[in-house]
């Protein structure tokens, strides 16, 4: 069974603490794009993991990680992660990283920051990892591989180039020399995790082996689908788990969104549902919405059923996993945003075409909050009536079933539902 987990909003949907629950039947966890702009926590027995490259899946003795082809991977960050790992116990044997995954040089920070100061009022918040201007090479087909950082040669001469090419338009103070030997050495130290990755993965489909593949970020960062330019770089939806692996798209069995109760998102863009008063800051504190990466406090609002309807289509998401359902507990209303008012007309699907995000209104259905406390639940059938009212209200305006309820972060508290 090959399944993709994906976010359906914007990034930071607990997707990490559901990957790391359904690990438990997989025999491979694939990251296959993003890089180290993602931040995936699991908490187990109180101790925290925060994962920015390496597939959660690790947590679990003998699962395969992959590091897809589609990444762009920043070698400091990944030894660094790695080291983490190691110091706590866990072991880095069932480690694969693709030849084919691109690098994340040095100087694609800096470029990175000064992008974002050129763009003052307009800048995107990124997670300045480098993540942007990494694939920016990689599109424009100058980008260095790590397979390259295996042979002095080739790494050698596209450092140059590549290096050369950015001089060009900026003022960059680096060493070529010294960013040679360092990533050489990053190639002596990963060598033996580099590998072929698409043709483990067709191997391990082959002997019929259950595969996880991890998304990061989510459906509304995604480069072509999302709310561009407010995006990450990299193919967020379901469909980017081939193209960022080397497999096709009939081997993909099953597609499950993680929707978090209400919506968050770290940097600019648009967000109708947000909520700017008490409620927000309620959110925020209650659901710790504080990023992982980079621990920018994120912005808080309703969920936004539009948004879902969308994910639901562009990804053609199966079933849903929903999270942190008892950040929700205290309140007295709850509001699901339905359609969006723009312009006196009512908008029910993704304004994909639009250009004045700012004027929509969201249109929302307001239901009864249940005022008791849900995180400590083991079974759907405990839930508060009112709670039970929400999922299903999620699960008609989405228009898939919800399978599984994710709530306090501990790992164990997930409950199957259909
Ligand atoms: P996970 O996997 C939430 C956001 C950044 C910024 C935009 C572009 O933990 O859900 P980038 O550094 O990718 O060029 O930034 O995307 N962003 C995320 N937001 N969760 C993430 O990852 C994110 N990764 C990037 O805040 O708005
Ligand atoms: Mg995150």
Same mark, same amino acid.
């Given at each position: 069974?090959?399944?993709? =987990? ?6 930071? &949907? ?5 990957? *790391? ?28 993991? @925060? ?25 400091? &960050? ?22 084919? #995954?691109? =690098?994340?040089? %040095? ?48 790494? #050698? ?15 960059? *103070?680096?060493? &070529? ?27 391990? @489909? ?20 999302? !709310? ?30 993680? !929707? ?9 863009? %648009? ?21 992982? !990466? !980079?621990?920018? %406090? ?19 998401? *199966? ?14 209303? @709850? ?22 995000? &700012? ?22 059938? *405990? ?16 228009? @898939? ?18």
């Amino acid at each position: 069974m090959n399944t993709v =987990v994906v976010g359906t909003q914007w990034g930071d &949907e607990g997707k990490a603490r559901v990957v *790391d629950f359904l690990a438990q039947e997989a025999d491979a966890v694939v990251r296959f794009q993003g890089g180290s702009n993602a931040g995936h926590t699991v908490v187990v027995n109180g101790e925290k993991f @925060i994962f920015h490259l390496v597939p959660c899946g690790i947590l679990h003795l003998g699962t395969k990680c992959i590091i897809g082809n589609g990444l762009v991977v920043d070698p400091g &960050e990944l030894l660094m992660e790695m080291k983490t790992l190691q110091s706590k116990k866990i072991t880095l044997k069932n480690l694969y990283l693709s030849s084919g #995954a691109h =690098v994340v040089m %040095p100087y694609h920070r800096k470029i990175e920051e000064r992008e974002e100061n050129r763009r003052g009022r307009r800048k995107i918040g990124t997670t300045k990892r480098g993540i942007g201007p990494a694939y920016v090479d990689k599109t424009a087909r100058r980008g260095i591989k790590i397979g390259d950082l295996l042979n002095k040669e080739i790494l #050698a001469e596209k450092l140059k180039m590549n290096l050369a090419f950015w001089k060009n338009s900026y003022e960059l *103070d680096f060493s &070529e020399e010294d960013i040679l030997k360092q990533y050489l050495e990053y190639g002596r130290k990963l060598r033996k995790y580099i590998t072929d990755t698409s043709l483990l993965i067709h191997r391990l @489909i082959e002997e019929g082996k259950n595969i996880l593949f991890e998304g990061a970020q989510g459906t509304l960062l995604d480069i072509d689908h999302g !709310t561009y330019p407010f995006v990450t770089s990299s193919s967020t939806i379901a469909a980017g788990a081939c193209i960022g692996t080397g497999i096709g798209p009939r081997y993909i069995d099953e597609v499950l969104g993680v !929707t978090k109760a209400y919506t968050t998102r770290v940097g600019k863009g %648009p967000f109708p549902t947000e909520i700017k008063g008490e409620i927000g800051k309620i959110l925020k504190e209650r659901g710790k919405e504080y990023g992982a !990466t !980079t621990g920018r %406090p994120r912005r808080c609002g309703w969920l936004d059923a539009v948004i879902l309807r969308y994910a639901v289509r562009v990804n053609g998401l *199966d079933e849903l996993i929903l999270t942190k359902l008892d950040v929700l507990d205290t309140l007295d209303k @709850i509001k699901i945003c339905t359609a969006y008012k723009y312009k006196g007309k009512t908008v029910k699907n993704f304004p994909f075409q639009l250009n004045g995000w &700012e004027e929509c209104q969201p249109v929302y259905e307001e239901m009864e909050g249940w005022k008791e406390n849900t995180s400590r639940l083991s079974a759907y059938k *405990d839930l508060p009536y009112r709670a039970q009212l929400y999922l299903r209200k999620i699960e008609a305006i989405g228009g @898939i079933p919800i399978r599984y309820l994710s709530l306090n972060p501990e790992r164990t508290n997930i409950i199957k539902i259909s």
